[in-house]
């Protein structure tokens, strides 16, 4: 008989993962507790913008026509625990308000709720990012509330997902990382990732310790990856050396390699600067804080992007921004996505604002995000009109369309051609042929 899988929250991980599971020919029911977010995901629709999950979504909910109806969703906590014989955990654990550590409340109230219900053997597996040390702990709770006791085991199976590609990172990750305390559990997860595993996909098992630290491990050295080639570019900007063309060089070196050595304005999202604080806060709790201090660095290295950001554009304002207006180009954390959480580029546009900017910014898809979260912020329909009478324009989120901006067209409604590119990767010779002042972060100007 064919596994059910339930999957317990459906935001951004979620959503995604309930559709996978779907493709993969599990029948699945996905269980959140905001019912309009059930009413959308039930409609075919995505509450944000990830390329490829609604067409997935559409492929597999129940209702729509054609699809193969192996999707459903619910509120009733009941419901999904009754219905899975391996139930996913895709809450999330945001940072806790005014410090480092993970919020682990909805990951502890997921266990709490489910597990009353559990009267039959069940798999529960913990996807979110989490502080090393959680699953065990979760595993003796869970085996306590629920009737069936120790019949109902916990997996914990840390989630890589990118947004913008989590369709794609979910049916074929880089690898399956599975922290499993007995066969069983193994033996099933072997089964809900059979696709993936027969498409070469590494299945690797280790102890809950360890996978939960291989997720924290892993976001500690992509954001260790940014900010070292941001180090490198403020070295750059004092030696009137060029960032870019260091990256480029370092890159060919097959043991440093090119992903994730952008310098720019650094590293945003809802993960990236969460998670290495909650790794240090746990790090301090276990007593190994002083092998997590250089993370303090990497978050310090990665904010002083975004001042200096905001300095570069002062001195392109003569100095003050009063009365001054400033185009900005991004308000997402990243290019194709529409998820504002921690965004670089808002960040530098409020700031700019504070001291007296006329800042209007426009995204290609998180305007609506970025206009309930910073209403006082003026926003424009494109890069065009917000462009209009700016005395300098900030590209801060390289979304595709900014690349292939015509620099005469921008230059012909700006008060003054400037533009700082955050991203570095505009085409610096076109914009200076053009008449611009082109000015990039670890750069000569
Ligand atoms: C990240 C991890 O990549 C993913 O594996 C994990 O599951 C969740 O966190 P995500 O937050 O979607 O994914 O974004 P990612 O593509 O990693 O980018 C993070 C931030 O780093 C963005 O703000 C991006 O602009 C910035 N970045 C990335 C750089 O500044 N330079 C780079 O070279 C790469």
Redesign the pocket.
Known sequence: MTLRISVIGTGYLGATHAAAMAEFGFEVLGLDIDPEKIATLTAGRVPMYEPGLSELLVKHVAGHEGSTGRLRFTTSVKEAAEFGDVLFICVNTPQRKGEFAADMSYVDAAIDDLAPHLTRPALVVGKS?VPVGSASRLAERLASLAPVGADAELAWN?????????VQ?TLRPDRIVVGAHSERAERLLREVYAEPIAAGVPFLVTDYATAELV?AA??SF??T??SF??AMAEVCEAAGADVTQLSAALAHDERIGG??????????????PK?IRAFMARAGELGADQALTFLREVDSINMRRRSRMVELAREQCAGGFLGRRVAVLGAA???N?D?IRD??ALNVAAQIQLQGAQVTVYDPKAMDNARKMFPGLAYADSALEAAEGAHVVLHL??WQEFRTLDPAELGAVVAERRLLDG?NVLDADAWRAAGWTYRALGRPS
């Open positions: 990012t840390p989630e890589f997902l990118r947004e913008g590609f989590a990172d997720k892993a976001n992509l954001a990856k940014i080639i941001n992903k994730f050595l952008n310098s720019g304005l650094g590293f945003g999202g809802g993960c990236l998670d954390f990243k290019p996505s998820d965004s670089p989120t390289e991203r």
